[in-house]
């Protein structure tokens, strides 16, 4: 075991090394096993702190704690008050945004600029779910019954909700299930990921600053198979709000059975990019580039599967490699870097073994394919921006998410061709088309079955635009005037008034 760093936030820290524990009812507390766990620094391999390893019996403190909250006092709170909270909720991450942004970097490996560079998102998402709260409202409805009725709907907070985030953008994902379960008024038992808990306690710490009454949120880090499962299965969660891979969004909805609880999923996809001739081809370049080596390329909707028009396609894709091989890739703390590590020795085993299943299935590397080791590199877990050429459509790289800085480029030249390949994957999360055309355009935003399409960009992102999956990409909407729907009730009432 390495020694642990001293952390930029060192009055987080217990004397004997350990962070902050597990957040449940207000009160920070050990585990119940008194059990630890580490989380490494994927830049450099080193220890930065041991984290409380909550399982089942934590789980139950949290759920009862929330569900105490939730019968109890946070009911009486006005949507205002909620707002409020909200708002200072987000004035708090606001002012210590730059600790919390350098969190996620040490955490997770995220560049510095990426994880500032989210800023506005993480603190409009806040600001967005406020205004939610006070915008809640039911419907009167005329219906036909004999007899004189009056009917209206109420909204009601769904209850109590499972949260579990995966580590790829912690801040952010933590953000985005707080923010709804606050403004309809549920209440959350957090999981962060094993890899990245940090940046999510210490979100709980402000949030519990920010006037969030005791048991409104708690956070419980711990592993998948342990905590994370026992909060899927828990009779007394209403609701669980998952966002990972799809094999364990299988086991989510398999662990929902037990009381029927509702489930939302955010999982993964290998998204169509993608490029016609016709398009701008230097802003095709760079967005198809950083649409995958972005977050090296540990984003769910990365446009891994790039479609290049055959008449362009030599040319484009060398040129999508030269911009590769020209990003600067480093320790995330260095402003200067463009892609940071993956996030853990597990996850470069897993991209390593694609990069050589890539060869092994024909696939050329014509830029990276392989794993980076010189000097300070070897002991992070640093991957080359990776591009495959002439990848054909059943090759697994081109069917399943490395979730890894790999691009799998695929040429096409009929377009009703291209609509049925690119819909060929079992995911629908993402796509992206670029064209000057503009018929083409939106014909293929039809076609492609996926929940976003961006045209002459990537990856776009806003709190009031919805995002969330087609097929096994999942289900529900994240963002969006929608999103909130997901964490109520509909209750009709009627009134008979003759
Ligand atoms: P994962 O889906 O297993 O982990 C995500 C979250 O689920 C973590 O908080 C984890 O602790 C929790 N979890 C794991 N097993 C669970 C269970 N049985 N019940 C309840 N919760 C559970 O993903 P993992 O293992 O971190 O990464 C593996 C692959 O999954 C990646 O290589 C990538 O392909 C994909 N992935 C996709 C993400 C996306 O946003 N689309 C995010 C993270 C991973
Ligand atoms: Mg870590």
Same mark, same amino acid.
């Given at each position: 075991?390495?020694?642990?760093?001293a952390?930029?936030f060192? $009055?987080?820290?217990y004397?004997?090394?350990?962070?902050?524990?597990?957040?449940?009812d207000g009160?920070?507390?050990?585990?119940?096993?008194?059990?630890?766990?580490e989380?490494?620094?994927?830049a450099?391999?080193?220890?930065l702190?041991?984290?409380?390893?909550?399982?089942?019996e934590?789980i *139950?403190?949290?759920?009862?704690a929330?569900?105490?909250?939730? *019968?109890?006092?946070w009911s009486k709170?006005?949507p205002f008050? /909620?707002?409020?909270?909200?708002?200072?909720?987000?004035?708090?991450?606001?002012?210590?945004?730059?600790?919390?942004?350098?969190?996620?970097?040490?955490d997770? !490996?995220?560049?510095i600029?990426?994880?500032?560079? &989210?800023?506005?998102?993480a603190?409009g998402?806040? $600001?967005?779910?406020? =205004?939610? @709260?006070?915008?809640?409202?039911?419907?009167?409805?005329?219906?036909?019954q004999p007899?004189?009725?009056?009917?209206?709907?109420?909204?009601?907070?769904?209850?109590?909700? =499972?949260?579990?985030?995966?580590?790829?953008?912690?801040?952010g994902? @933590?953000i985005w299930k707080?923010?709804?379960?606050?403004?309809? !008024?549920?209440?959350?038992?957090?999981?962060?990921?094993?890899?990245?808990?940090?940046?999510?306690?210490?979100l709980?710490?402000?949030?519990?600053?920010?006037?969030?009454?005791?048991?409104?949120i708690?956070?419980?880090?711990?592993?998948g198979?342990?905590?994370?499962?026992?909060?899927?299965?828990h009779?007394?969660?209403?609701?669980?709000?998952f966002?990972?891979?799809?094999?364990?969004?299988?086991?989510?909805?398999?662990?929902?059975?037990?009381?029927?609880?509702?489930?939302?999923?955010?999982l993964?996809?290998?998204?169509p990019?993608v490029?016609?001739?016709d398009?701008?081809?230097?802003?095709?370049?760079?967005?198809? @580039?950083? =649409?995958?080596?972005?977050?090296?390329?540990?984003?769910? &909707? @990365?446009?891994?599967?790039?479609?290049?028009?055959?008449?362009?396609?030599?040319?484009?894709?060398?040129?999508v490699?030269?911009?590769g091989?020209?990003? /600067?890739?480093?320790?995330?703390? *260095?402003p200067?870097?463009q892609?940071?590590?993956l996030?853990s020795?597990?996850?470069l085993d897993?991209?390593t073994?694609?990069?050589?299943?890539g060869?092994q299935?024909?696939? $050329?590397?014509i830029?990276g394919g392989?794993?980076l080791?010189?000097g300070?590199?070897?002991?992070?877990?640093f991957?080359?921006?990776?591009v495959f050429a002439?990848?054909?459509?059943?090759?697994?790289?081109?069917?399943?998410?490395?979730?890894?800085?790999?691009?799998?480029a695929?040429?096409?030249?009929d377009i009703d061709?291209?609509v049925r390949?690119?819909?060929?994957?079992?995911?629908g999360?993402g796509?992206?088309?670029?064209? $000057?055309d503009? &018929?083409k355009?939106? /014909?293929?935003? =039809?076609?492609?079955?996926?929940?976003?399409?961006?045209v002459n960009?990537?990856?776009?992102?806003?709190?009031?635009v919805?995002?969330?999956?087609?097929?096994?990409?999942?289900?529900?909407?994240?963002?969006?005037?929608?999103h909130v *729907?997901?964490y109520?009730?509909?209750?009709?009432?009627?009134?008979?008034?003759?």
């Open positions: 075991m390495t020694k642990a760093k952390l930029p060192a $009055r987080h820290k004397a004997d090394g350990s962070f902050k524990k597990i957040l449940i009160k920070w507390v050990s585990a119940a096993s008194g059990k630890e766990f989380s490494i620094n994927p450099t391999g080193e220890l702190a041991t984290v409380a390893e909550g399982s089942e934590d *139950d403190r949290a759920v009862i929330a569900r105490r909250a939730f *019968d109890g006092p709170f006005k008050e /909620r707002q409020e909270i909200l708002l200072r909720l987000a004035d708090l991450v606001e002012r210590h945004f730059d600790e919390l942004s350098a969190l996620d970097t040490l997770m !490996g995220a560049p600029s990426r994880t500032r560079g &989210s800023r506005r998102r603190l998402m806040l $600001r967005y779910y406020a =205004g939610q @709260a006070t915008s809640i409202h039911g419907e009167t409805i005329h219906n036909s007899g004189d009725f009056f009917s209206y709907t109420l909204k009601e907070p769904v209850g109590v909700v =499972g949260a579990i985030i995966p580590w790829n953008g912690p801040l994902a @933590a707080i923010g709804p379960a606050l403004a309809t !008024g549920c209440t959350v038992v957090l999981k962060p990921a094993e890899e990245a808990s940090l940046t999510p306690l210490r709980g710490e402000l949030a519990l600053e920010a006037g969030v009454p005791p048991g409104v708690n956070i419980v880090p711990g592993f198979e342990t905590a994370g499962a026992a909060l899927a299965a009779p007394d969660v209403d609701k669980v709000a966002t990972g891979s799809h094999v364990t969004g299988q086991s989510v909805v398999k662990a929902s059975a037990g009381n029927l609880k509702r489930v939302s999923l955010e993964g996809g290998k998204s990019d490029v016609f001739a398009a701008d081809l230097e802003l095709a370049v760079a967005g198809a @580039a950083m =649409g995958v080596f972005a977050n090296s390329g540990q984003t769910c &909707s @990365a446009g891994t599967r790039l479609f290049v028009e055959r008449r362009i396609y030599a040319e484009f894709v060398d040129r490699a030269e911009f091989k020209r990003l /600067r890739v480093g320790n995330g703390l *260095d200067e870097t892609i940071g590590p996030v020795e597990q996850q897993r991209v073994s694609y990069l050589d299943l060869r299935e024909g696939a $050329r590397a830029a392989t794993r080791k010189e300070a590199l070897a002991q992070g877990y991957v080359a921006p990776t002439d990848v054909v459509d059943d090759m697994r790289i081109a069917q399943e998410e490395i979730f890894g800085p790999v691009i799998s695929i040429s096409f030249e061709e291209l390949r690119a819909n060929s994957t079992m995911f999360l796509s992206g088309i670029w064209t $000057r503009v &018929s355009a939106h /014909r293929l935003a =039809g076609a492609i079955r996926a929940g976003s399409v961006w960009c990537y990856q776009a992102m806003d709190p009031a919805p995002f969330g999956g087609y097929k096994m990409s999942g289900y529900g909407r994240e963002s969006g005037l929608q *729907d997901d109520l009730n509909v209750k009709a009432v009627w009134i008979k008034t003759a």
